[in-house]
T-cell receptor, first 118, second 110 residues
Framework: EPEVTQTPSHQVTQMGQEVILRCVPI?????FYWYRQILGQKVEFLVS????????KSEIFDDQFSVERPDGSNFTLKIRSTKLEDSAMYFC????????????????FGPGTRLTVL | SQKIEQNSEALNIQEGKTATLTCNYT??????LQWYRQDPGRGPVFLLL?????KEKRKERLKVTFDTTLKQSLFHITASQPADSATYLC?????????FGKGTMLLVSP
């Protein structure tokens, strides 16, 4: 069964450093997403991506964050200068666009990357 | 701002019983509502989606109801099993977003 994969599973970095989190969405999906979950808190939407551009983004997704689909399979989240409060589990997700929209399609989540900022 | 409330306390039930989880929302009129399961340290896994014009949706032992007047969804697991123990997340669908509640932990004891 197709699945979303994410690398690395755990990333430790120093405050102020840049990190790139990588995701391989399900191959025939057209919508891609990043979410984060701080320990003990809810899953929070960061950004959605469709047709090689950002579709929506939350207030969390400020200028320190960027996303890219560098080739036909990978989808990346870059944090330019990490802060302590960026420590969280980051989930990538993808969905199909049956019927032309993302909002009534289930999202398939990856296993997550745990980011620890020291 | 949008607010989604799920019971913060864990729900403990015995195997074989029906578990009922509640999701209430305010300041929002979603056309779609989704339920996900999340195990510790794992990503959410989709369970069911219900549209605003559907009152009820079933899948095997799972049932979801959606009352847009009350702004509430109920999620039922019948004949619960210890393997159903997990956190269950309610999510409201935007155009290309999901807004999650904090989730309710379900513990099914043998």
């Amino acid at each position: 069964e197709p699945e979303v994969t994410q690398t690395p599973s755990h990333q430790v970095t120093q405050m102020g450093q840049e990190v790139i989190l990588r995701c391989v969405p399900i191959s025939n999906h057209l919508y891609f997403y990043w979410y984060r979950q701080i320990l003990g808190q809810k899953v929070e939407f960061l950004v959605s991506f469709y047709n090689n551009e950002i579709s929506e983004k939350s207030e969390i997704f400020d200028d320190q964050f960027s996303v890219e689909r560098p080739d036909g399979s990978n989808f990346t989240l870059k944090i330019r200068s990490t802060k302590l409060e960026d420590s969280a589990m980051y989930f990538c997700a993808s969905s199909d666009s049956v019927g032309g929209g993302a909002y009534y399609n289930e999202q398939f989540f990856g296993p997550g990357t745990r980011l620890t900022v020291l | 701002s949008q607010k989604i409330e799920q019971n913060s306390e864990a729900l403990n039930i015995q195997e074989g019983k029906t578990a009922t989880l509640t999701c209430n929302y305010t300041n929002y009129s979603p056309a779609y509502l989704q339920w996900y399961r999340q195990d510790p340290g794992r990503g959410p896994v989709f369970l069911l989606l219900i549209r605003e014009n559907e009152k009820e949706k079933r899948k095997e032992r799972l049932k979801v109801t959606f009352d847009t007047t009350l702004k509430q969804s109920l999620f039922h697991i019948t004949a619960s099993q210890p393997a159903d123990s997990a956190t269950y997340l309610c999510a409201l669908s935007g155009y290309s977003t999901l807004t999650f509640g904090k989730g309710t932990m379900l513990l099914v004891s043998p």
